[in-house]
């Protein structure tokens, strides 16, 4: 995933438009879609053959918030943010993180214009993602924030029902937060 | 001409000063102690003069940076460190940073400024959680009105290592009560036998005839776990060839790998890990016992040679050396007289409490073998460290959080019990929607050690 996404980067010097493509390269939209679309894929992925599976199916190992301690697997969300993590560690010109409006760590709160822009828009639109530059620092940004929406009965039930989350009611489909990339420019 | 020979002359003393600056600070010269810039934290002072253990390469905070973690990466990394480097290079962020860059080590922990150092060699303020959880009092009712600089509090939050003091950890230890009912310690799987050695006698002894032998020596090795492993005379005092009365750290490192890797990582044995001569405790900042003031640390200080008594290795040793406050109590102290119930044999086996109980712990493996931590420091500081890998085994989590929040207690070696009440568990728990149920809260416990404007629930 890494190669790709260092290789359009690249391409991001000459490009003027978010959307539109520079010659021989990609925008930096279609570089965040596309680094999306792995996020998701993966998560689903992970969240279906490995968690729904070993846990739900097979009955073989819990899925655990405190997964060290409990010698269990990492919540979906958690594998993300892992990999966010290591990542960030990379310092490859690409960050991502799961932010809510809703979050069980006020840490993820938005924090940036551009992120409480982007989530009141995701949450307005479910079916559309958010765009936007700023500048954090001294290096300008391409943001993107995509919905992220509750999809199995766990995310909701664990939502609802963690004594640090500040919304119970969350309901299967609906918007819990975004996923925010941010792509060095 | 003249304005030449200036030249020349300012030429040659530069070069001159150069080289011997050069040659100082690469220690082919002189004493370093002329380059020290301020005196260094207690957990650097026994190392100030190896300069290039921290600035290798010279110069710049990301090599310091580097330097730091090359030393400590793997205990953070072990510690699964609450605030690593990649939270700050996260574009979110990025605006904090003015206040204070903490992408970087050496932003918390300046180096060579003693007036401003404090515990743990951190140099920020007391409050500094503050510039980033402000608004801590939105999140958690119990936590509206604290003064930011208690957060650091013993039984509380720390910067790096929150292992024994995460929310849900304090509610699955709640209602816990001082003493545990102890379990046996597991049995230790024994260190593998080298192929092809057996058992040696002392009519096996390999010492060269030159070599003149005590008494007790040659009986003391035929009983110890090196004959029984068949570690001859020559495996320690020639495993190169060459005979040495003297054994080296590293040669009982040949063996004892972790052991050694442990020792060099802590107080007793970092100068030499680090090719400088071994520490003595007269250079301790720790009181110490004046008879021992001299003496070279190595294996042999606290195991002795050829008996290798762990006993006396777990406490005399100790005591040897060390004079503090604490160390001093030991012997009328409560744990002190667990071990002696348990020499006595009117204790179970394991229920005894040494200064090597806490301070060099038993680390059972995955592969069920136990060895022994042989860096004191590890689970030192902060003390918080030490509840799961010490205080667990025999006390609950209320207790041993508000023992080691009590200075006096530590003082004394716990000798009365702890005379305040830090309200981790009961906030965890109230947050949790669950009611406080810790024997402290519920024999009215001792004032609260945490400043507030409003009550803790």
Redesign the interface.
């Known amino acids: 995933m890494l190669l790709p996404t260092a290789l359009a980067l690249a391409s991001l010097v000459a490009c003027k438009s978010a959307s539109s493509s520079p010659a021989g390269g990609v925008s930096p939209q279609q570089l965040a879609d596309a680094v999306h679309a792995v996020l998701e894929s993966d998560r689903a992925v992970y969240t279906r053959e490995v968690v729904n599976r070993l846990q739900n199916e097979l009955g073989v190992i819990k899925a655990s918030?405190?997964w060290?301690?409990d010698k269990a697997l990492p919540l979906p969300a958690q594998m993300f943010r892992m990999g966010a993590?290591l990542t960030?560690?990379k310092?490859a010109g690409v960050?991502y993180?799961l932010l809510s409006q809703w979050p069980i760590s006020?840490q993820n709160l938005p924090?940036?214009d551009v992120?409480k822009g982007g989530l009141a828009f995701v949450v307005e639109n479910p079916t559309q993602n958010y765009y936007g530059s700023e500048r954090?620092?001294d290096?300008n940004?391409f943001t993107a924030v995509y919905p992220d929406k509750a999809i199995a009965p766990a995310c909701v039930q664990c939502h609802n029902q963690h004594?640090?989350s500040p919304r119970h009611d969350f309901a299967l489909g609906d918007v819990m937060g975004g996923v925010v990339i941010?792509l060095?420019q | 001409m003249r304005r030449l020979a200036a030249v020349k002359t300012w030429s040659l003393l530069s070069v001159t000063a150069l080289a011997g600056l050069g040659a100082l600070v690469s220690g082919k010269a002189g004493d370093r102690t002329l380059l020290v810039p301020g005196a260094t934290s207690d957990g650097h002072h026994q190392i100030e003069l190896a300069c290039d253990a921290c600035h290798s390469p010279f110069g710049g905070s990301a090599a310091l940076d580097a330097s730091c973690t090359r030393c400590h990466g793997a205990e953070l990394a072990a510690a699964?460190d609450t605030h690593?480097?990649?939270i700050f290079?996260?574009?979110?962020n990025?605006?904090r940073?003015a206040q204070l860059d903490a992408r970087r080590c050496v932003s918390c922990h300046r180096e060579h400024w003693p007036e401003g150092t404090r515990e743990m060699g951190v140099t920020v303020a007391e409050d500094q959680c503050a510039f980033c959880h402000d608004?801590i009092g939105?999140?958690r009712a119990s936590h509206a009105g604290l003064d930011a600089a208690s957060c650091t509090d013993t039984g509380c939050h720390k910067y790096h290592d929150n292992r024994s003091t995460y929310?849900?950890?304090l509610v699955s230890h709640a209602g816990e009560p001082p003493l545990l009912a102890r379990a046996a310690p597991a049995p230790s799987v024994p260190r593998a036998p080298t192929p092809g050695r057996t058992p040696l006698t002392a009519a096996n002894a390999d010492a060269p005839d030159s070599v003149e032998l005590e008494s007790s020596e040659l009986s003391d090795w035929a009983e110890s776990a090196h004959a029984a492993g068949g570690v001859n005379c020559s495996g320690c005092h020639a495993p190169e060839g060459r005979w040495s009365n003297a054994v080296s750290v590293d040669a009982c490192g040949r063996c004892h790998t972790g052991e050694r890797a442990g020792w060099v990582s802590g107080k007793h044995g970092m100068r030499v890990g680090l090719g400088l001569s071994p520490m003595r405790p007269a250079s301790a900042r720790e009181p110490m016992q004046a008879a021992a003031s001299e003496a070279e640390l190595g294996c042999n200080s606290c195991h002795g040679s050829h008996r290798f008594d762990r006993r006396a290795a777990a406490v005399e040793s100790c005591l040897g050396c060390h004079a503090d406050t604490h160390s001093l109590a030991y012997e009328a102290s409560p744990h002190a007289r667990a071990l002696r119930a348990e020499l006595d044999g009117q204790a179970p086996v394991g229920s005894g409490v040494s200064c090597a109980t806490c301070h060099l712990p038993r680390v059972t493996h995955a592969t069920g073998q136990r060895t022994v931590e042989h860096n004191q420091n590890a689970n030192l500081r902060p003390s918080e460290k030490m509840l799961r890998s010490v205080c667990l085994d025999c006390h609950g989590l209320a207790f041993a959080i508000d023992s080691l929040a009590d200075a006096a207690s530590i003082q004394n070696n716990f000798a009365s019990p702890p005379a305040q009440h830090v309200p981790s568990i009961d906030w965890a728990l109230a947050?949790?929607?669950r009611s406080p149920s810790i024997p402290g809260a519920e024999h009215e416990p001792p004032s609260t050690t945490r400043s507030s404007s409003t009550p803790p629930l």
Request: net charge negative; proline share 5%; no cysteine.
């Open positions: 918030e405190h060290k301690e993590d960030a560690q310092e960050h993180a006020r924090r940036t992120e954090l620092g290096t940004y004594a640090s941010r060095a | 699964d690593p480097r990649r290079t996260d574009p979110r990025a605006m940073l608004d939105h999140e929310e849900e950890f947050h949790a929607g």
